[in-house]
């Protein structure tokens, strides 16, 4: 099963303010939907929260759920206390990609994990006053696609390129 990290981020690495997001980007949202929809999503109690009720769990995807607090539950989400817990869940050979979607902790989580296949990071040209962040990581451990991009016009207030990062070693070793 393939895992790969999937975030928007501004100039600084921002990602977010107040439990929300900084910017409604309708092409960014259209993506994120088609890209992750049939497959599984792993995201931190506070994004599940943050996600306006009426779209959570989100459809059409398995929704997991990273928290510490024991007695937690949400209808229609798997729910698990450990990051390595995820890899029983499903098998090896299970051909949906496994989509980390944040927050800022999930995300660090992750990425000192190591599990990481691929990363598909949207740039947000803007610089925005955040205060939950994506870590720094080494440019040079991936290779660098251009998706999409997006101009500034009356729905996109930012304009944004869409890029996948493969990591390297991984692709060697397959
Ligand atoms: N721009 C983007 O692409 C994007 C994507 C997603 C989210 N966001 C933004 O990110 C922000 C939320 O991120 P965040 O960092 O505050 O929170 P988060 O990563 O969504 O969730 C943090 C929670 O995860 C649980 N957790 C963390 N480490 C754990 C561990 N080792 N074991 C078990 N559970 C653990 C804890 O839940 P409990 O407290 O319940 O124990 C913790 O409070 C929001 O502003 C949101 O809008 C942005």
Known sequence: MK?????????????GKNNDLMWHLPADMKFFKETTTGHIVLMGRKNFESIPEKYRPLVNRDNIILTRNTSYSAEGCTIIH?????????????????????GGEIYRLAMEADMIDEMIITHVNENYDADTFFPPFELCDWKV?????????ERHKASFTVV???KLSRSREA
């Open 164 to 166: 996948k990062y493969t």
């Open 3 to 15: 895992t790969t990290l999937i975030v928007a981020m501004d100039k600084a690495r921002g990602i």
């Open 82 to 102: 450990d990051m390595k817990e995820v890899v029983d869940l499903f098998s090896a050979f299970d051909e949906r990609t496994l989509f980390i979607i944040g």
């Open 145 to 153: 696609e251009t998706v999409l991009t997006q101009e500034k016009n």
